[in-house]
């Protein structure tokens, strides 16, 4: 097995994925207690790495306690590599986008540096992902996915940004994605 990745993220309430209409063949919905929303991914950068995030997290919320956030799901879209080869189906934020962005801006290169000396190239995007295909989808299974996702409307989920946590892999990935490694409540 790989090297486990690590990532700091918002949780959100995840139950509304339950209530998604049945995915195409080959897709995966997420566990509700997977749903966030991506502060900062540190990749395979290993436990203590992540851990110097965290304390770099927690120095920067004493000298400037960090807001909570109030987001609402948006349009489905694919994520991750092209659009015929997207790793995840996530749902952009509708309300509270340009501040969950300057959010990021303001926070993933710290982050991110002091786990990784590295600091991110691409723009902020805030998005939750609720599906991903599998390695073995077919280009027509992937288009099933896209037009599953089209077909979402998801503006009546809401939530508000107000903890960020310490993930890394499942133990068990078969029945769930990620963990929570340690958490963080918002001002």
Request: with cysteine.
């Amino acid at each position: 097995m790989p090297r486990p990745n690590w990532f700091l993220a918002f949780p959100l309430p995840g139950a509304f994925v339950l209530d998604l209409p049945p995915l195409p063949a080959q897709f995966r919905r997420f566990d509700p207690e997977d749903v966030h929303l991506t502060l900062a991914f540190l990749g395979g950068c290993g436990a203590a790495a992540a851990e110097r995030a965290l304390a770099a997290l927690d120095e920067r919320m004493q000298r400037a306690p960090l807001p909570s956030i109030p987001v609402s799901l948006g349009e489905v879209v694919p994520m991750g590599g092209s659009p015929r080869s997207y790793t995840a189906l996530s749902a952009l934020l509708e309300r509270g986008r340009s501040e969950t962005s300057a959010c990021l801006v303001a926070l993933r290169d710290v982050l991110l540096e002091a786990a990784t000396g590295r600091q991110e190239k691409r723009p902020p995007k805030p998005h939750v992902s609720v599906a991903r295909p599998r390695s073995r989808a077919t280009d027509a299974q992937r288009a099933a996915g896209l037009a599953w996702a089209a077909e979402l409307d998801l503006r009546h989920v809401s939530a508000t940004l107000d903890r960020v946590a310490l993930y890394t892999w499942h133990e068990a990935r078969h029945e769930r994605l990620f963990q929570i490694v340690s958490e963080r409540r918002l001002a």
